[in-house]
Structure formats: structure tokens, C-alpha cells
């Protein structure tokens, strides 16, 4: 059996962008190495560049969200990149959305450990919870799904106005061209592509920005919100 690579020392970079939440953000990074490896949420060869590579890419997403908002990470794992912002940004009210009980159930644990009361946990496939979470200011999501894809599960949760960060790599450009019709239909009013982290990463993490009008999602999720809204009118009475 192959010896488990080490997870080497956190970059000055993670102390400048952690803050006070340095030694959470260490921890963190050691559950990835040793839990998150041993339960198959990260492969073994992540580890030397959990720091880079996971860390700090998904941390520096917190350039562009706004202050005090509601945030939903759609498909978060293991919690990539709803923790690292979570420990950057307190000021952010974040819902880790993830279908897989073992991965939830990891989630929960480093929630609990690291002291996140800004964070929930919630089990669920993103077009399944529709209802049980309130919408939200901003999506997030990471190595999920093609960007058509990911808009048809994520854009549904967000509030009117709100928006979709996600992290992509090299193929973000042609992932937002294939998706146009796709976004547009879903309520999309702008598209951009966004570079963050100068001088912490590199390269830059990139992330596609979906910005939606007054009915994410179009018309066809108008509707299904609305029958979500008064069924969760009906149930608090009751």
C-alpha cells in the first residue's frame, strides 16, 4: 500500500488571507489530508497542493462577493469553496448544499470543530430544495458540472438580482459561449469572467460571474418558486 503523501506547510500567502483564522484554516487542511482522503471526498495526490491548488484558489473567491450576504454553495463536497470563504468571510450567512450523506456528514463534523455559526449543512440535490432554503444573494459552486448544467441547479436558488460565482479553469471562455442560449433562457442578464487573487495564487483563479434579472431561473422556475413559497406558508401554519 502506497505511503500517504504529506500535506506540507501552509504558504505565508494562507496567513495573510486567513487572518485570525489561520490556525482553523490548518486544521481544515489537515482533514482534508487525513479524514477527507481516508473517506474518498479528495484523492490522495491532492495533497501536496491542498494549499494552492483548493485553499487558497477557493478563499480568494471572497474578492468578489458582497458584504453581508446570503451564500449557497451548490454541490459543496468537501466543502470547496464554502469553508475557505466561510473562514475568510464571517460576515456571510453560507449553506453548504450537498446530496452525498458521507460527505454531509464530514461537512457537519468540520462545521462543528472549526466553530462556523455562520455555516449550515444541508443534504439535498439543489433543484430538490427548492422551498426548504430561502433564496439567496449568491451561488457558488466548484468543479461541479459544465457551466449549462450548473446554471440549470444553481440559478433556480438565487434571489432576484442575485448572482453565480463559478470557479472554472482554462475553459471557462468556451464554457460560457456553449452556454449562452442556456443562461439567457434561464434568466441571466449579464455574463463575466473574473480573475482573483494577484499575488496570492498563481495562476489567478477564474471565475465566471452569471448575473440574473427579477425571475432567476425564467419562467418556468417563477412559477415552481411561488408553489414552493406557499407550501412553506402552509406548513409554518399549521
Known sequence: MTEAA?????PEQAREVFGDRFADAVRYAE???EAG??????GPREVPRLWERHLLNCAVLSEVVPAGVTVCDVGSGAGLPGIPLALVREDLKITLLEP????????????ELLGLDHVTVVRGRAEEVMGRIQPVHVVTARAVAPLDRLATWGIPLLRPYGEMLALKGDTAEEELKSA??????????ETSILHVGEGIVEP??????????ESPGGVRFAAKRAKAARTGRTRRRR
Open 6 to 10: 504529506a500535506l506540507p506547510p501552509a
Open 31 to 33: 482533514l482534508l489530508a
Open 37 to 42: 482522503v481516508q473517506r474518498g471526498l479528495i
Open 100 to 111: 452525498l450523506l458521507r460527505r454531509t456528514n464530514f461537512l457537519s463534523e468540520v462545521v
Open 180 to 189: 449562452a442560449t442556456a443562461l439567457t433562457k434561464l434568466g441571466a442578464v
Open 204 to 213: 489567478l483563479s477564474t471565475v465566471v460571474r452569471v448575473e440574473v434579472g
